[in-house]
């Protein structure tokens, strides 16, 4: 099987599209190619990486990859067309016209994300009018990856389709060595926001350091917001014992990550992320950590059933402070929950299972 796969928005090691999906069918016997931003045309990890121009902006990427995408995509004969972004399916759109088989791989619900982005009220109506009867038309034509069980209810008009959900890939956690810091140490992977708590994780633990509870912090992610850089900057000026180290590679952030005694995955009660499991609770779990998360409905019967955590309102900054205690003052708990991890989730959430059935579908729809 030969397959290309697009992206004009994620970097070309993509943990998601490079790393787990592109890599890992090559290992499968499938000859990939992976159309997306890089430095030039070049073979990683046995993926023919065909390189797009790095644009300045959203707007002239749009407006000259994306006819760079549609004539290469046209002129270049593949089995599987599989698109990432939403600026990409009028793309898949033109290639199923002419006889093409697509996939559109669905990261978020983009209808739902729209609410929380920084918008003008008028664009965002406009964008909210148009872009889901575009998407009627043009994903009920084609097969559709879901990312998130939770995006079919929004798309109910999709008949071909499979779930394929980031589960981490549990082979080369397992390979890491878990030597645990001599203080009790939290630990965060991902994308640094007030959205994804990372402020009130500050908060909580000035707190608990003014009275004397010996705690750490480990960081791992971009901060893209200046005002949040300045607020954290603000606040680790308070605290020892908290490093943020910015971006790192997957691999170097898992080596901090495993140090960590707990993980926290706490996001504030937005629309996407209500809906949504974050990649990093797998993580967390797949390397023996206890979590502390939202108490989302979608998050319980992971966390709270499983006895592998404590699930905390996040408009409650109490509730996530009382989970750190109850940690802090548990070895017992701690032991417990790292236990149900590898017992529960070993053999369920990983990635293997979700290769299985992207390779199954891709069978289905050829």
Not at 44 to 51: D, E, F, L, R, S
Not at 119 to 124: F, N
Not at 196 to 225: H, S, T
Request: positive net charge.
């Amino acid at each position: 099987m030969n397959v290309c796969h697009i992206t004009s928005v994620h970097p070309s090691n993509d943990i998601r599209i490079f790393v787990k999906q592109c890599s890992t069918l090559v290992i499968k016997g499938v000859k990939v190619t992976l159309l997306a931003t890089h430095d030039k045309d070049e073979i990683v990890n046995g993926v023919a990486i065909k390189a797009l121009p790095k644009r300045s902006s959203a707007f002239t990427r749009i407006l000259l990859n994306l006819p760079l995408i549609l004539f290469y995509t046209w002129k270049e004969k593949f089995d599987i067309y599989h698109a990432h972004d939403p600026e990409l399916i009028p793309v898949l759109f033109m290639l199923k016209v002419i006889g093409r088989t697509v996939v559109y791989d669905m990261h978020e619900n983009f209808p739902k994300q729209l609410e929380s982005k920084k918008l003008s009220s008028k664009l965002k109506a406009v964008i909210g009018f148009i872009w889901p009867k575009f998407e009627y038309m043009a994903l009920r034509k084609m097969g559709v990856v879901f990312a998130e069980t939770s995006y079919k209810d929004d798309y109910v008009y999709v008949k071909s389709y499979v779930d394929v959900l980031n589960m981490p890939l549990v082979d080369d956690l397992r390979e890491l060595e878990a030597v645990k810091h001599s203080r009790f140490t939290l630990g965060y992977v991902g994308g640094v926001s007030e959205d994804r708590y990372c402020v009130k994780i500050l908060e909580a633990l000035i707190k608990l350091q003014n009275n004397g509870v010996d705690i750490g912090f480990e960081c791992v992610g971009p901060i893209n917001c200046k005002a949040t850089k300045l607020k954290i900057n603000r606040l680790c000026s308070k605290l020892s014992n908290v490093h943020f180290y910015g971006s790192l590679p997957p691999h170097d952030a898992w080596k901090k990550m495993i140090k960590c005694h707990v993980g926290i995955a706490v996001l504030m009660p937005k629309p996407n992320y209500v809906r949504s499991y974050p990649t990093k609770l797998f993580e967390y779990l797949a390397m023996g950590m206890p979590v502390i998360t939202s108490n989302f409905e979608l998050y319980k019967p992971i966390v709270a059933a499983n006895k592998v955590g404590i699930c905390v309102d996040p408009l409650k900054p109490e509730e996530f402070e009382l989970a750190i205690r109850e940690f802090l003052g548990s070895k017992e708990l701690l032991n417990v929950m790292s236990i149900n991890t590898k017992r529960r989730f070993e053999a369920d959430y990983n990635w293997d299972n979700e290769l299985k059935k992207l390779l199954t579908f891709y069978n289905e729809i050829v």
